[in-house]
């Protein structure tokens, strides 16, 4: 009999320290690579109001590295023995929304697990929860997280007894806020609730001096990563990196680089290891005078969208997961430049 309660409890000592690990911070700060003068001043403040309990407010385009500023914050703060919870408002659909955030109680509604469920606040009590692309939480859930904000306590949905909220909030948007409160897709007054600290990150393009860095960074760590012969990245092939336009930002760069180190055949990336679009010519900046950055980026993210397409045989499900995108985003996207001919 003893024999048995010591097996089962090791079983759960087992199963406990698997489900701390699922709500860790991964990185820290030195994990955030950079000699960028912009990017060392962001770091230098995070790290300053690592220490307090002030809301966050993270914005930056898809692959700038919100994630890792994140991780980073709750990971060397007083919190970082709590759990890290993280939930993605627009993976979500939003008829589940509320009760992945608040959870909910038993018979709260048709298809409700027996016994209810905890919600992602609950979980994250004592630690940090990262609210990820909170631009598309929906108005009416909005107007509850600014409630909770608030008074720092919630109820579980179809219950009535009051959980006492103990957690740092970092919200993160790949949009720009700001843009929707003026269109009246986000609650001004939540925005302000939200943007105590705020942490913008420039894109890729606008921290060309940090290419070089991070793609020999990354090259080392993917080949280890990878079990595959350590490699460096020539000049040449640096000067070609320099010169695309990285609509896919950091995230994109090791995608890249992963394929390089593939391609290679001796110990060092070349320029023909590179993926043949950014070898085209015209991907440059430089190259197009006539072209305002915001059309450089467009017209970068409307070929990226057509190749990832044209590679997933019209599959918009895998071109998403290419693309590093949620489906609903590529769509969006599709709409957005009038792409009619990709809808089929």
């Not at 925005?191 to 606008?206: A, G, M, Q, T």
């Not at 793609?215 to 280890?224: G, P």
């Amino acid at each position: 009999m003893q024999k048995k309660v010591k097996a089962l409890e090791d079983t759960i000592d087992r199963y406990k320290g698997e489900l701390s690990k699922m709500y860790e911070a991964r990185y820290s700060f030195e994990d955030i690579i950079t000699q960028n003068s912009i990017m060392m001043e962001l770091k230098d403040i995070a790290k300053r109001v690592t220490k307090t309990n002030s809301t966050v407010l993270i914005q930056g385009e898809s692959g700038t590295g919100k994630e890792l500023f994140a991780h980073a914050f709750h990971k060397e703060s007083l919190r970082r023995h709590g759990n890290f919870v993280t939930l993605n408002c627009a993976a979500i659909p939003k008829e589940l929304l509320e009760s992945e955030v608040f959870g909910y109680e038993e018979g709260a509604f048709t298809g409700a697990k027996r016994g209810g469920k905890i919600g992602k606040f609950e979980l994250a009590n004592g630690g940090t929860i990262l609210l990820d692309e909170i631009g598309s939480m929906p108005i009416n859930l909005q107007s509850k997280l600014l409630r909770v904000l608030e008074s720092r306590e919630f109820e579980r949905v179809g219950g009535n007894k009051r959980i006492k909220l103990d957690v740092r909030i970092i919200a993160s948007c790949n949009e720009n806020l700001e843009l929707s409160v003026q269109k009246g897709t986000f609650r001004r007054d939540l925005y302000y609730r939200l943007n105590v600290i705020k942490i913008d990150i420039p894109p890729l393009r606008e921290r060309i001096d940090d290419i070089e860095l991070l793609a020999q960074t990354m090259v080392s760590k993917l080949a280890i990563d990878l079990q595959l012969t350590p490699k460096t990245v020539s000049s040449e092939a640096c000067d070609r990196l320099k010169s695309h336009n990285w609509p896919g930002n950091v995230r994109e760069l090791r995608n890249v680089l992963e394929r390089a180190l593939y391609f290679a055949t001796y110990n060092i990336i070349l320029p023909e290891h590179l993926p043949e679009y950014i070898n085209e010519k015209g991907t440059t900046p430089s190259s197009q005078p006539s072209l305002t950055l915001k059309d450089m980026v467009e017209k970068t993210e409307i070929d990226a969208i057509k190749r990832a397409i044209r590679d997933a045989n019209g599959s918009k499900t895998i071109a998403a997961e290419m693309l590093d995108i949620h489906r609903t985003s590529l769509y969006k996207k599709i709409e957005k430049y009038k792409l009619t001919e990709l809808m089929d």
